[in-house]
Structures are given as structure tokens and as C-alpha cells.
């Protein structure tokens, strides 16, 4: 009788202890899951449940050294870090993260690229269940019961709240300080509803105005890699666009151009602000770095003096005639 009620204690105390760590993992992770769906389209209960089954809470030992929350396997395509652990087969190649929100970013990318999940985001948003048995058709995991075990975690955490502007309100668990958030369907010029992610990105963040080159306002906490991502572009290429290397440092507030820039505006010239670099100056006004030097006549490297006047574009044959 002692031994049984010691195992019920020892039962009990195990539950409540997962429990606990279940509910500080959707506490830790629910804004990472609903910016994610923001940005992608794929529901942040889906994107939660999956994090909490695929990472144990976050405690597996994948997800505690290589952050990989999601199982995701390295993959031909795959180009960055990687671990080595047992699955289905013995050491097979995992990606591993810096950071778990590049993990869950990933997530997203990897479910909005691959050509065999393109069927989901036909779904309705707030539809979890399709989109639990929509994973398992696609064949993200090879447990037979992979969606029953989703929909019973969305169910039992009412992770389905997270799916709904109206339901995040209410939870308080939240950090709506951040960027508007992106709620309702999204359209384009015509009333159609749009659902692909790069089309839906284009709508929503893509700037093209004054003869200049299309951007995006980096948001805060939002990386370079990630808008690479939602525009199927190579990151070294969008680096270059910009004027950028892998040492670059981006702030929030920062354009980030998706074309090579072509500044067509009427300003000719602006006066350097403290602390302003020629880069961005570059960036600020659409003029290539490169370009920006060579109509200072300055060295590639050399930076602006405050209250300096940098020129946007080349003398006109008028203006070298004075000159001369």
C-alpha cells in the first residue's frame, strides 16, 4: 500500500513538474510563435505544439545544444551549423541555431518553402486541426499519431487562443508593444485574398516611392536573414544590394533594399548629420556606396565631417564647365 501510494505521489509530482515546464515554455515562446504567423502565415498554436512535442519543452537534449526545437533534419539545402544525433537512424545530421529564435524562424521557412507543405496555407488560419493532419500527410514526422498528439497539446494549453487577434487581448501574456500586427486576410490591389508569404510580405512591408529603389523598414528584432528568407533571396546577394558584409550590424529603423539602388529623387546633395557614415548616407537616399565616394571625389573608406555637404549624383556638364 505505501510503495503504490509512493509511485501515485511520484506520478503526480512528475506531471505537475512537465506541466510547469509546458507552461513556461509557452510563455517564453508565444511571441516568437505569433510574429512568426504574422510574417508567414502558419498558425502560432501549430508552430507552439510542434516546439513543445519535437523539443520535449524545450529540454531535449537536441533543443538544449543546438537549439533546434523543431527536429528539423540538416537537408541538402542546408549550408549552416550542424549536430549529430540519433533519430530514426543512428547520428543522422541536425541544423543547430544560435539562438532559439533562428529555430523557430527556420520552422516557418522551412514549411513555407517546401513545395510538399504548399497545401497548408490553403487551409483557414484558425483551423489546427487540418493543418495537424495536413503535417502528418506531408510526412513532417513519421509517428503515426503525430496529429492527434498536436491537437491534443492545442486542446489541452488552448494554444488555439494564439490564432486570433482577439483571443491575444485577452491571454495577458503577450507583448503587444511591438509592430502593428498583421490581422484579417491579406489582399492585393485587385480584392483577391492572397496567401502566399512572399506575395503577403511584398503587400504588407515593400516601399517603393520617389524613383527609389524597393525596401523594407527593418522592425525591431527582425533579422536581415529572415527578410532574406520571405523574399527567397540569397543573403549574399541582398547584402550586396546594400553595401553590406556578414560583419554588417542592422538597427531596427534601417532600410533594407531589395533591388540594387537606383535614387531618381530631385535631391542633389545633403548636409551630414553627427554621427552619419557615407553608408547611411547610401542607404538613407538610395545612392550606391560605391557611386556615393566617387561623386565626393573621396576615398573608399574615408567618412563625412558633420554639416559636410555629400553629393547624390554626378555633375552635370554644366556644373563641371563652372568648375574648370
Known sequence: MTKMLFFA????????????????YILKYA????DEMNRTGVPASITLAQGILESGNGQSDLAQKSNNHFGIKCHSSWTGAKVYHDDDEKGECFRKYKKVKHSFEDHSDFLVRGSRYEFLFELDLTDYKAWAKGLKK?????????AERLIAIIEQEALYTYDGTKSLASTGQLDTTGPKKITGPTVN??????KNAKKKFIIHRVVSANGQSPYVVLQKGERVEAVADSMNMRLPVLLK???AS?????????????DFKKARGQQKTVLVREGQTMRDIAQQEGVLLEKLYHYNNMKVGEQPKTGQVIRLRPLSLKERIKRQ
Request: hydrophobic content about 40%.
Open 31 to 34: 511571441q516568437i510563435a505569433v
Open 189 to 194: 490591389a485587385k480584392g483577391k485574398v492572397v
Open 9 to 24: 505521489l511520484f506520478i503526480s509530482a512528475s506531471l505537475s513538474a512537465q506541466n510547469n515546464l509546458r507552461s513556461e
Open 246 to 258: 556578414w560583419d554588417t550590424q542592422f538597427e531596427s529603423g534601417q532600410r533594407l533594399y531589395l
Open 241 to 243: 544590394i546594400n553595401d
Open 138 to 146: 506531408a510526412g513532417y514526422a513519421t509517428a503515426p499519431d503525430y
